[in-house]
Structure formats: C-alpha cells, structure tokens
C-alpha cells in the first residue's frame, strides 16, 4: 500500500511563508501526476497545484505567483513552497498522486495550514 505523509503545515502570520512536503513511499519517477489540493472549512477540496511527468506544472489563479511545486525524485517527495500567504489559503492541505500503470488515486492525511492576519 502506498503512503503520502504530508508535513509543514503550521500556524503563520500573513505574508510569511510555510513549505510544505509530502512524500511518497514509492518512487516519484514513474509519476503520472502528484500535487497539492486544500479544503477550507464549509468549501469543497479544490486544486493547489500539480505537476506531470512531462514536467509541465498547473496552479490555481488564486496561488500563481505565491506558490510553487518541485519535487526531489531522490528523496522520493514533492514540496509546496507558499510565500505571500493570506487568510483565504488557511485550509487542510492534502497531498494527491497517480503512479503510471496504476489506477489508484493516493490521497495523504492533510496537514493544517492556518494565516492569521
């Protein structure tokens, strides 16, 4: 079974900065896809960010520009880095992948991120 343990999440003031890691019990070589969803309390989880195996990386418009997703095969995990953080992104932040040849969708447990303004 393969495990996504996220980690980083924390309290911070607006516009500071928290990275956020998550990794993989299995090699993220053979991604399909990996990346980052959040869900706010009485919203539904929505899309952070993602990248593909091509390399090509996706964000939503209300992080472009503040966040960014890389990912360290060697060590097998995906990072968040968020700078310019505001009160909207405090949410659970859950970490998701999709191995090649693999139909199972992997979700992680979540790590809490809240900004206080």
């Known amino acids: 079974q393969v495990q996504l343990v996220e980690s980083g999440g924390g309290l911070v003031q607006a516009g500071g900065s928290l990275r956020l890691s998550c990794a993989a019990s299995?090699?993220?070589?053979?991604?399909?896809?990996m990346g980052w969803y959040r869900q706010a309390p009485g919203k539904q989880r929505e899309l952070v960010a993602t990248?593909?195996?091509?390399?090509?990386?996706n964000y939503a418009d209300s992080v472009k520009g503040r966040f960014t997703i890389s990912g360290d095969n060697a060590k097998n995990t995906v990072y968040l880095q968020m700078n310019g953080l505001k009160r909207e992104d405090t949410a659970v932040y859950y970490c998701?992948?999709?191995?090649?040849?693999?139909?199972?969708?992997?979700w992680g447990q979540g790590t809490q991120v809240t900004v206080s303004s």
């Open positions: 299995r090699s993220i070589f053979s991604i399909n896809v």
């Open positions: 990248f593909r195996s091509g390399g090509s990386r």
């Open positions: 998701n992948a999709v191995w090649i040849g693999d139909p199972y969708n992997y």
